[in-house]
């Protein structure tokens, strides 16, 4: 059993106990009421009930905290917000390409380590960096970086469709999480940097690995900065610490721009084509939903878009969108892997075959809320000494399938190289009988060739912050967000989006999404949610359609998205994902946007 499905089992094992616990003192309390209802219904009745009476502590512990410390000094009325830095998309929305027009695309990529972190880290000094995504007892609660394994990346595409109706900018950054706020400042930097130039978008999404710099402020040095922010909530006329090292996000904001003028500069023509397939089987997934089980739907697809220049000379870009958590390489295990090593996870590795091959990469996480790497920690059976093995494995497979999704096994093993046989023979003699081959049983898929036609539509929604662990974030100014306030309610804006690039539709979504929410499923249905009630809005597949694919993280980190109905502050079980969310309403603001989008498309 690997350390993370130990993990699972340990927290499941912990909620039973709790909600058996809960149950057995609503039955001494007059459990009796429920008549001749069948055990197994008041069985699970009373468990929700149970965790109903956990979710009132909790959430009635920490709001009280939250009374007695004093809002922020830079929360602003609702009314009185300003927006700034925000782009709406392209201004017109055409259903055919423009005559004689050409696809432009530009490429760019740049390290986000900074050079005194190199320095501390060769020199086995105090770094003063911490990791995002993982703090443990296993590492005693402490994740400053230690090691530096592969990478931390920004990479970046620039795109024009010919239409003259503007240039869109993409980036992914290798990180947790970047906020709408810290995204706002990358966009004020590239336009000073570039004047002259109409963006009609400019967008920032995170791979969201557990193993780069902390770029939110909730995995630095938590516990310090908390009880010194909670203090100066009480001082005027003093800023808070944020959360997140303020030279290293000045240092990002100016890296990430400087990347993406350069990505726009290195726009060429060429063609653009898309493939999308469905990898794995159900014995041998690449996606693992591991801990929110009630969430019924598994997005196993691989889409992939390579742009192809007209100069020969300049290397094509492949563009790969998966949905899977990078969370494997930051975990901390033992002394030797004490979750204190930066790596970039398996988006690294599946780049670093993908440029192998002669290609740029570029990359776009999905809906990843409660999904993980398949086959990871198993490793097919061939041994690994360090976390980060694994991640190689698993990056490696994907960048397989990415670049072979149109041809079929001969081809395949024909264009394999003689290094790369030699080391597929040795790693089947270790695995033996566990060992499988990638392409075993493969069928390709077919390519087609994208009209030039970019629409974007971008939008604002405003979301209520339910989540008094958020509101005391927010409170005690960690992460980079404009929180707003009307009456004694706080909101936060976030941007969602949709896209057709030559006719492929694409979902711009910000934070963790419930796949359930994209694809439907059970826990958007009163028999399969928490609460027992069904959810009141439409899922982006009946919105959209079924091709309609995801891009996650996008625009916004935002914690993870929800269904309404499904939501439960008990923190046990498969409803931890509710304590790092806004609160019980995101799921059907961002939807009931996404109609709005739907509804002006059509």
Not at 26 to 46: H, P, R
Not at 329 to 337: K, Q, R, S, T
């Amino acid at each position: 059993m690997t350390i993370s499905k130990e993990k699972s089992v340990m927290k499941k094992i912990t909620a039973k106990i709790i909600s058996i616990l809960l149950v057995f003192s609503l039955l001494i309390g007059g459990a009796s009421a429920m008549g001749t209802a069948a055990a197994a219904d008041v069985g699970k009745t009373l468990e929700k009930a149970g965790l109903s009476i956990v979710e009132a502590i909790f959430t009635g512990l920490v709001g009280g905290i939250n009374a007695i410390v004093p809002d922020s000094k830079n929360f602003v009325k609702v009314k009185d917000r300003v927006v700034e830095n925000f782009y709406e998309g392209t201004e017109t929305w055409e259903e055919e390409a423009k005559a004689d027009a050409k696809w432009s695309l530009g490429h760019a990529k740049a390290s986000l380590i900074p050079d005194d972190l190199r320095e501390a880290v060769e020199k086995g000094e105090k770094s003063g960096y911490y990791l995002g995504g993982f703090i443990d007892p296993n590492n005693g609660m402490v994740n400053e970086i230690e090691e530096i394994i592969d990478d931390m990346q920004v990479r970046v595409i620039a795109v024009e469709d010919g239409s003259d109706r503007g240039v869109a900018v993409f980036a992914n950054i290798d990180c947790i999480g970047f906020s709408n706020g810290d995204i706002k400042e990358i966009r004020a930097a590239l336009v000073e940097l570039m004047p002259n130039v109409e963006f009609n978008s400019i967008n920032v999404s995170s791979t969201h690995t557990h193993s780069c710099i902390d770029t939110q402020g909730l995995w630095t040095n938590l516990f310090p900065k908390l009880f010194k922010n909670l203090a100066l909530s009480y001082v005027p006329f003093v800023e808070k610490e944020r959360g997140a090292n303020a030279d290293f996000m000045e240092f990002a904001y100016k890296t990430v721009a400087n990347t993406m003028k350069k990505a726009v500069e290195s726009m060429t023509p060429g063609t653009l084509t898309y493939a999308v397939k469905e990898i794995g089987d159900e014995e041998n997934s690449y996606f693992n939903n591991k801990n929110r089980h009630q969430s019924t739907s598994l997005i196993d697809e691989l889409a992939r878009f390579v742009f192809t220049p007209d100069d020969a000379s300049i290397r094509p870009t492949m563009i790969v969108n998966i949905a899977a958590h990078p969370d494997v390489a930051g975990l901390p295990v033992n002394e030797e892997d004490n979750g204190r090593d930066l790596s970039g996870d398996y988006v690294y590795y599946l780049g670093e075959r993908i440029e192998e091959k002669n290609y740029n990469f570029m990359f776009f996480n999905g809906a990843i809320a409660g999904i993980y790497e398949g086959r990871g920690p198993a490793g097919d059976g061939v041994p690994t000494n360090r976390r980060y093995e694994e991640t190689l494995r698993y990056g490696h497979e994907i960048a397989n399938m990415a670049l072979n999704l149109t041809n079929d096994v001969e081809t395949i093993k024909a264009n394999m190289t003689d290094a790369e046989k030699a080391k597929e023979a040795e790693e089947m003699k270790i695995g033996g009988e566990h060992y499988t081959l990638w392409y075993e049983n493969w069928k390709p898929t077919t390519e087609k060739v994208l009209e030039p036609n970019l629409n974007i539509i971008i939008k604002e929604v405003k979301i209520k912050v339910t989540n008094p662990l958020i509101q005391l974030v927010g409170k005690l100014n960690l992460v980079n967000y404009t929180v707003c306030k009307e009456g004694f309610s706080y909101y936060i804006f976030a941007e969602i989006g949709y896209m057709e690039i030559g006719g492929v539709k694409v979902a711009l979504m910000p934070g963790e999404i419930v796949q359930d929410l994209i694809c439907g499923g059970d826990s958007l249905t009163a028999e399969g949610s928490f609460t027992g009630k069904d959810f009141e809005c439409a899922p982006i597949y009946e919105l959209f359609g079924e091709d309609t694919i995801c891009f996650g993280l996008f625009n916004d980190a935002i914690g993870y998205v929800v269904p309404d109905n499904d939501y439960s502050m008990s923190l046990l079980g498969d409803h931890y994902q509710e304590m790092i969310s806004l609160g019980k309403y995101a799921g059907s603001t961002i939807l009931k946007g996404m109609k709005e989008i739907a509804d002006e498309v059509k």
